[in-house]
């Protein structure tokens, strides 16, 4: 059958000894409504020495559409990837993890996608599992992504589906060997190469899975040279082919905010082991990389820090770093209950504590750059507003519909959930709150929770809160009411103490 007809996609999977994670990747490519003389799966095993060889023998072995390819191990992920590309038969390429997992019919939905628009790239929407992934690229599907170089530029993982011609053509292939941010080089070349990217957001595609033994090859400790070296190759990659020069700098600053100046910042920074590493690694990758013009158009913390950079004041940096851990502005649930089919929660937001700057800036003159712009850091922004939604572990979420309402520098407001949408199912779903202009991860404190479970529809509802003092909501299919009660009843007794 296969002889006849053309393979539409190929999954290409670099394998090193995951263990049991590999399992549910399985499950979701046998599970594609794609049909299966459609699409094929290279799993290229790195050396794994833990049994997954036979496993993939025995998977490829029930479905003829795997395929396995060993090599020796190289231990990192480049040489598997490329060694897929090159055995690869469909049209289209796209590379999964051997720990995460895909929608059914995410193969279908992006082949489909690809085909109807012309797409080089489509950026599929993707999840995190217990880690970030993404959020601002998904808010819509975008035919030509490359009209807010931005907002490509904040999905740079390789998980992905490329048109294999045209990864041919141009000889877009991943490093090689020991090394860190081969999918940055490998992503970025085919952004800037490519005749149209796409990012489709009107499902889920892909989840990323954080595994709970600390295997994600993403969790390796970092060496801090080598890692500012492997982002200078995607700066240059950028350098190279992007002629247009306001283009060009909005793709570089993510090299620059994220992997850079992010890193130097707050708790991030006071929180890394090899600190002077990474600061005299970070600070040489930026003083070789960005001229002061560029830093000069970034936000005023960032900006700071880049100016410290470039005057070699990477103890200054350490002292801002630590001043600015001390601002925690809080968003506080002051109250939640489930009233008829709603999910109502009261919402309350302060400013952070602020202090003097530290004596070392101080000292720096006063025209310093971004320096009279911190006095007010620890406030809320004018324009801040709450926004809140439910997210179940898998990643999927529900937004909720937020009011706002500022008063002497403190926010309060409601989100509120409609649960007789039938867009929650059963499952634990977590509140999750952001301030506009603030991280989404700013902290919940624990909130006066007193709410029996209710039916609404084919669901038991209930609230708890869990052992970090974060709302959660409950709902299961009934018949599972014991749980329910159970979880609604420690909640009550955390609340007590």
Excluded at 204 to 213: A, K, N
Aim: aromatic residues 6%; glycine residues 8%; charged residues 30%.
């Amino acid at each position: 059958m296969r002889k006849n007809r053309a393979v539409r996609v190929s999954v290409v999977v670099p394998v090193h000894d995951p263990g049991r994670w590999i399992t549910d990747l399985l499950d979701s490519l046998r599970a594609q409504t794609l049909d299966p003389a459609d699409f094929e799966v290279v799993f290229v095993d790195d050396g794994s020495t833990d049994g997954t060889p036979d496993l993939l023998d025995a998977a490829a072995a029930e479905s003829p559409h795997f395929r396995v390819i060993r090599t020796p191990a190289s231990g990192w992920p480049g040489r598997p990837r490329n060694l897929g590309i090159d055995a690869a038969r469909g049209d289209y390429v796209f590379l999964a993890d051997h720990d995460d997992r895909l929608a059914p019919d995410a193969l279908e939905r992006l082949v489909d996608f690809a085909d109807e628009r012309g797409s080089d790239v489509v950026i599929g929407r993707i999840v995190g599992v217990d880690r970030p992934a993404p959020t601002r690229i998904f808010a819509r599907t975008l035919v030509d992504a490359q009209e807010d170089p931005g907002l490509l530029m904040t999905s740079l993982t390789p998980q992905k589906l490329y048109r294999r011609a045209f990864l041919n053509e141009h000889g877009i292939r991943f490093p090689e060997g020991p090394r860190r941010l081969e999918d940055h080089v490998f992503v970025t070349t085919a952004y800037v190469r490519a005749r149209r990217v796409s990012v489709y957001a009107d499902s889920i595609v892909y989840w990323f899975v954080l595994r709970d033994d600390g295997g994600n090859a993403s969790r390796r400790p970092i060496e801090w040279a080598g890692y500012y070296a492997n982002a200078a190759e995607s700066v240059a990659v950028v350098d190279a082919e992007v002629p247009d020069e306001e283009r060009r700098v909005v793709m570089r600053s993510r090299w620059l905010r994220t992997e850079a100046l992010s890193r130097l910042r707050g708790r991030r920074l006071l929180g890394t082991g090899d600190r002077d590493g990474l600061l005299a690694a970070a600070g040489a990758f930026v003083r070789a990389r960005y001229p002061t013009a560029e830093i000069d158009r970034l936000p005023a913390p960032d900006r700071l820090v880049g100016r410290l950079l470039l005057e070699g004041r990477e103890a200054d940096v350490v002292a801002f770093a630590e001043w600015e851990a001390a601002l925690t502005p809080v968003v506080a649930v002051t109250d939640a209950e489930i009233a008829g089919d709603r999910l109502r929660v009261s919402l309350r937001a302060e400013p952070g504590w602020s202090a003097p700057l530290p004596d070392a800036l101080q000292a720096l003159p006063p025209d310093f750059p971004a320096l009279a712009e911190l006095e007010h850091l620890g406030d809320l922004p004018a324009d801040a507003a709450l926004e809140a939604d439910l997210r179940r572990g898998d990643g999927v979420l529900v937004r909720a519909t937020t009011t706002t309402e500022a008063a002497d520098g403190v926010l309060t407001g409601t989100a509120a959930v409609d649960l007789a949408s039938g867009a929650l199912d059963g499952g634990a779903w977590r509140l999750r709150t952001a301030l506009t202009g603030r991280s989404p991860a700013a902290p919940l404190v624990r909130a006066p929770v007193a709410a029996p479970p209710v039916s609404i529809g084919p669901l038991r509802v209930a609230l708890a809160v869990d052992a970090k003092g974060r709302l959660l909501l409950r709902a299961e299919r009934r018949g599972a009411i014991p749980a329910a009660r159970r979880l609604a009843g420690r909640a009550l007794r955390r609340l007590r103490r």
